[in-house]
């Protein structure tokens, strides 16, 4: 039996990110080993997921030893919030103050980090420009001022970064980080929040990029090796 969440059911964005990435001869929807695989390039496969890694955990037990497999994730850098009536006409459209970063798939690959060991696996952020649409909505949307998202649209794709060894999660590090450095100086370096620092931290440790060195008064040391 095939295992797929069906095309009736993919989103604007998964499609258009999977067109993007498309080439000529690619196999699009292709079943392997009881899976339905977004794009076959030969020997290379190729999975668009716009979340929500801990449900590839079996297609990618199934088929990583036998496949070389990119795992392609899409980061919004610029983002359009666009907003529609009742009717689905659009009312708004404004610029999101949120720009994503690289560092940002970490809160997905917190679920395997030490995937990136396998000789047949790479990871690819897709830096992008989107829209985020949303639809009125009093019941669920009360976080969002009574409205839901309804969908993620691709604008632009902007910027690929390509990790494909522990060691290449390194470059998500930022320039003058202290040596041992914790969390809270990664979250600074970032700009983030300590809660992302730390799932970019975990990943590091994880996969062994970082090695930890200890503790002080503001948390766990970690060190390049």
Known sequence: MVTNIGLLNEKPLHAALKEWYRREGDQVEAPREGFVVDLVR???LIEIQTRGFSSMRRKLDRLLD???????YPVAVEKWIVKLDVDGREVSRR??????????????LVSFPSLLSHP???????????EEVRRPDAK????????????????????TVEFNSPGSL?????E??????TTAHLADGLGRSRHLAQEVAYCLRVSGAVATAGRDKRGILYRRP
Do not use: H, M, Q
């Open 42 to 44: 030969g020997g290379l």
């Open 66 to 72: 036998s496949y070389s497999i990119r795992l392609v």
């Open 95 to 108: 610029r999101s103050p949120k720009r994503g970063i690289a560092a940002d798939v970490c809160g997905e």
């Open 120 to 130: 047949n696996f790479t990871l690819e952020v897709a830096l992008v420009e989107e």
């Open 140 to 159: 669920k949307g009360w976080r969002r001022g009574g409205f839901v998202i309804e969908e993620r649209r691709l604008v632009e794709v902007l910027e």
């Open 170 to 174: 390194l470059d998500l590090l930022p």
């Open 176 to 181: 003058g980080l202290p040596d041992p450095f």
